[in-house]
């Protein structure tokens, strides 16, 4: 018989198996301190021991405690808290094997910088009659189309805000962005790319600002994708028909001494400004010829159903604009 006074010394299962993990991971703590990439390797390999460790604990009480007055006790606090380690562990476990861990932490440790895209300057080859441009993409924000003189040749240059975990880290990343060119037959197709984008967390690069300059002597087609976002042209030269698809508005420069037509379409009278002379000529239908068919830019609003004609100068090459937004022409 156990004598009075004396209270029965309970053993909380448990108890040791929290203590214990417990300083486990207040070393890792300070382990990633000095070695952070270390950590989540030593937690991946070693969280299975706050298992072992609950079980030898559970297993030495039931041996040690053989009393007729049973000294044994779950400690339920320490059990969940246990629990809540061993649900940490995995979690982290899935996310340094998805690799969302190094994503996170580039993203935490990367910072914005303002880099230069690759400068280009092309001759265009012999046998090439019209240029196609391709783009540019959402990422893009003020691009200035130029018409150069007619030396056949092209030249592009821009910067780019890229998020990276350095500076020289961005410069990589915008050498894979700007001007690529591609020849099928006399087309050359002209490709605005954007920087590709860093693998972390929200938006990663755009372009801050480029300017492509084209030859005044060839036909040019340029499509523009980049939703609801605007363009601008100075054109200086002018001696071939260019055509122009924009989904935003687009505001043109014209040098006073050019001599150029002007058909402009969009989706009412008033998006027809600057200081030329417009002339609203028709209102397209759906009876209109099939040679009056107009591409469709893609912007979520009513199609390009005003058409307006302007001369400037002593006319000459076509200039057509297609945008379901203002256009804006200005001669200076």
Not at 84 to 108: E, M
Not at 187 to 200: A, I, N
Not at 286 to 309: F, G, H, I
Request: aromatic share 8%; glycine share 8%.
């Amino acid at each position: 018989m156990q004598s009075q006074g004396k209270s029965i010394r309970q053993w909380r299962v448990g108890s040791f198996s929290t203590a214990l993990a417990l300083i486990l991971f207040g070393v890792a703590t300070m382990v990633y301190r000095h070695e952070p990439g270390y950590v989540p390797q030593l937690i991946n390999n070693w969280w299975p021991v706050v298992l072992i460790l609950l079980g030898l604990e559970i297993f030495l009480a039931g041996y040690f405690c053989r009393d007729d007055v049973p000294r044994l006790k779950y400690d339920f606090l320490a059990l969940i808290l246990v629990l809540v380690i061993v649900i940490i562990s995995l979690v982290i476990y899935v996310f340094n094997s998805s690799g969302l861990a190094a994503r996170l932490t580039q993203a935490l440790g990367a910072a914005s910088y303002t880099v230069d895209l690759p400068e280009k300057r092309l001759a265009v080859a012999e046998g090439v009659k019209k240029i196609a441009v391709q783009g540019p993409g959402r990422e893009w924000h003020n691009l200035q189309l130029r018409s150069g003189s007619s030396d056949d040749q092209i030249v592009f240059f821009g910067q780019a805000m890229v998020t990276a975990t350095s500076e020289a880290e961005a410069r990589e990343m915008a050498r894979n962005a700007g001007l690529f060119t591609r020849q099928v037959g006399d087309t050359l197709f002209l490709e605005l790319r954007e920087v590709p984008l860093y693998q972390g967390f929200g938006p990663s690069a755009r372009i801050s600002g480029s300017t492509l300059i084209l030859p005044a002597g060839l036909a040019v087609e340029v499509a523009g994708d980049k939703i609801g976002a605007g363009l601008e042209m100075v054109l200086d030269y002018l001696e071939a028909d260019w055509s122009i698809t924009n989904s935003g508005p687009i505001r043109v420069t014209l040098n006073r001494g050019i001599n150029v037509q002007i058909e402009a379409y969009s989706r009412a009278a008033e998006m027809f400004q600057g200081n030329i002379n417009w002339k609203i000529q028709n209102r397209l239908t759906s009876t209109a010829p099939s040679d009056q068919k107009l591409p469709v830019p893609p912007y979520n609003q009513p199609e390009p159903e005003v058409m307006a004609r302007a001369t400037v100068g002593e006319g000459g090459p076509l200039l057509k604009l297609f945008s379901r937004d203002a256009i804006m022409i200005n001669t200076r």
